[in-house]
């Protein structure tokens, strides 16, 4: 006040400006928990959100003054890489999850089998969202359908007798996994007929028949 006369001061509030660091991260396919740095002024407030469904925020979600704000990130069951967004103030942090990476096992890795022919399964695990595809380039081994499949399944196989004397070995591959089939050869079986006669005492020929697999 100058001489009974009043001048008004009038000084505007703090202008409130945000920052994040990072503004943009990128996460594996796994589950995951991270935070988020948050910059302002002392007197300055702020409230976090997110639309996206697999991101969580961690509590406090709203603050005065720098600090910073967790979340928690569900697995991918996706092969695709998703994007999602959190909002502090004005601010985004832009929230990169790659896509589910695919791995294969097979139950069993490894089985035998007699010389007849025979039919059996193999089991495969996998994500649900993992798709698979069986192949053999063994002419004696027969996939049975369906050789394609997501998620965990079986195969079935059916193998035809081995002819030879020598075990054989033939591969089934489902994805990048594969199950080693062995065959025994054949067992060789020998029979006479007859297995007994009588002869008189003279000189005298015969013969005896004998049979066995080809």
């Given at each position: ?131 698979w595809t069986a192949t053999s380039t063994n002419d004696w081994i027969t996939l049975v359908a369906p050789t394609t ?66």
């Open positions: 006040q100058v001489a009974g006369q009043s001048f008004t001061v009038l000084q505007g509030g703090i202008a409130c400006a945000y920052s994040l660091s990072p503004t943009n991260r990128s996460h594996g396919s796994g589950a995951a928990s991270n935070s988020v740095a948050i910059t302002t002024d002392s007197a300055c407030s702020w409230t976090a959100a997110t639309t996206n469904a697999w991101i969580t925020l961690v509590a406090p979600m709203s603050g005065t003054g720098s600090g910073s704000l967790g979340y928690q990130l569900a697995a991918n069951p996706s092969l695709q890489e998703r994007v999602g967004y959190i909002q502090v103030a004005d601010q985004f942090l832009t929230v990169r999850q790659a896509g589910l990476i695919c791995s294969y096992s097979l139950s069993p890795t490894n089985r035998n089998h007699g010389s007849g022919a025979a039919s059996n399964s193999v089991s495969v695990t996998t994500d649900a969202a993992c798709p499949g997501t998620g965990s399944g079986s195969v079935g196989y059916q193998i035809t007798a081995n002819s030879s004397l020598q075990e054989r070995v033939g591969y089934i591959q489902v994805a990048d996994q594969t199950l080693v089939v062995r065959q025994a050869g054949l067992i060789c079986a020998f029979s006479l007929s007859p297995t007994n006669r009588n002869h008189g005492s003279g000189a005298a020929s015969n013969s005896v028949s004998v049979t066995t697999d080809e």
